[in-house]
């Protein structure tokens, strides 16, 4: 069964700065999609950046970019310029192609706080 | 064109009672999710419905909960003898496939509390 570990359960930046969140994860399939998720004080599940196990450019979404290392099965999301809208718990998440349906499977979270 | 809906958004039922979570899918989406949020806790599959048929139950508890996706109208998680630990957000989410690398658009969650 697949895993994913986020081994940092908070995290803090400075407004304007740069920061990465890491993720790790368990498979044994070679084709797969990868996620990174924002839950805001709101609850609102949100979809910030997505990455193809098969391509090896890392996927780019305006200040979110994200470094997919698949031997090390690591998948980090870098945020830059971060703002305060920023702050939230980041979730990243894991998706077979292989199984029917194709569940996401989540880690355990990250919380980010921005400092003014 | 309206996310994803789910009502109500905060319920509470006294211990035993039956809790009934509603998600209406964006339109055209005709494949449902259904996940549990506990306290300080990622996000955990239960359910995978497509219209009038349950795809992938595995992250179900064996009792007291059920879920359906009728042929008209939403989607229904139902939960049978509400216990303490049923506690947490529900959220549902739709996807106009299950192949592709769609994320799915997640509703903004119901949280359940048993009292």
């Known amino acids: 069964a697949q895993t994913v570990t986020q081994s940092q359960p908070e995290m803090s930046v400075q407004e304007a700065e740069t920061v990465t969140l890491s993720c790790t994860y368990d498979t044994s399939e070679s084709d797969y999609y990868l996620f990174w998720y924002k839950q805001p004080p709101s609850r609102q599940m949100i979809l910030v950046i997505r990455?193809?196990?098969?391509?090896?450019q890392n996927a780019t979404e305006n200040r979110f970019s994200v470094n997919f290392q698949k031997a090390a099965k690591s998948f980090s999301l870098k945020i830059s310029d971060s703002q305060l809208g920023d702050a939230a718990m980041y979730f990243c998440?894991?998706?077979?192609?292989?199984?029917?349906?194709?569940?996401?499977?989540f880690g355990q979270g990250t919380e980010l706080s921005v400092k003014p | 064109n309206a996310g994803v809906m789910q009502n109500p958004r905060h319920l509470v039922r006294r211990r035993g009672q039956e809790a009934r979570l509603r998600c209406s899918p964006m339109k055209g989406h005709s494949h449902v999710y259904w996940y549990r949020q506990l306290p300080e806790e990622g996000l955990k599959f239960m359910v995978y419905l497509q219209k009038e048929n349950i795809i992938d139950e595995s992250g179900m508890p064996k009792e007291r909960f059920s879920a359906e996706f009728p042929k008209e109208g939403p989607s229904i998680l139902r939960i049978q003898q509400v216990v303490r630990g049923d506690s947490a957000a529900y959220f549902c989410a739709s996807s106009p496939s299950d192949q592709g690398n769609y994320g799915y658009t997640f509703g903004s969650g119901t949280r359940l509390t048993v009292v």
């Open positions: 998440a894991y998706r077979s192609l292989y199984n029917q349906g194709g569940k996401l499977i």
């Open positions: 990455q193809e196990a098969y391509k090896q």
